[in-house]
C-alpha cells in the first residue's frame, strides 16, 4: 500500500505573522485550508475572517480554487523536498447585503449634469 504524501504549509497573514506550519495529505483541498485559517485566526488582529469564503489563498501568485486539492496545488519546479510551503492569506469580508445596496444605490444616484466627456458614456437615468 502506498505511503500517502504529506505536505507541511504556513499561511502568511497581511502582517508577516504566520499560522502553521501544519502538516497535510496532499488529498485535503483548500476550503479545508481555509477552514482551518479561520478557526485557527491570531487574537488581536484588525481584521478578520467570519467564514472560510471570505478568505482567499495565493500560492505562487495564483489564487487556489476551492476544490482543488493541496496536491494539484503544489508547484513542482523549485520545489526543495521536506520544505515548508508557505501560503499567502487575503482576507476579502462580504458585504452585508444593506452596504452592497447602499454602495449600488449611491453609484445609481450620482448627479447627473447633463455634459458629457468624451472618455464617459452619457447616459440619463431618467429626470
Known amino acids: 500500500m502506498p505511503e500517502e504524501e504529506l505536505v507541511d504549509i504556513k499561511f502568511r497573514l497581511y502582517d508577516g505573522s504566520d499560522i502553521g506550519p501544519f502538516r497535510y495529505s496532499a488529498a485535503a483541498t483548500v476550503d479545508m485550508l481555509k477552514q482551518r485559517i479561520v478557526s485557527d485566526w491570531p487574537k488581536g488582529k484588525t481584521v478578520i475572517p467570519k467564514a472560510a469564503n471570505e478568505v482567499k489563498l495565493i500560492n505562487s501568485g495564483k489564487i487556489l480554487e476551492n476544490n482543488k486539492t493541496v496536491g494539484q496545488c503544489k508547484v513542482p519546479f523549485g520545489e526543495?523536498?521536506?520544505?515548508?510551503?508557505?501560503?499567502?492569506?487575503?482576507?476579502?469580508?462580504?458585504?452585508?447585503?444593506?452596504?452592497?445596496?447602499?454602495?449600488?444605490?449611491?453609484?445609481?444616484?450620482l448627479p447627473f449634469n447633463g455634459k458629457c466627456r468624451g472618455d464617459l458614456a452619457c447616459t440619463s437615468f431618467g429626470d
Open 80 to 109: 526543495i523536498g521536506g520544505g515548508v510551503i508557505i501560503m499567502h492569506v487575503v482576507v476579502q469580508p462580504s458585504l452585508s447585503k444593506n452596504k452592497a445596496a447602499a454602495l449600488v444605490l449611491g453609484f445609481v444616484q
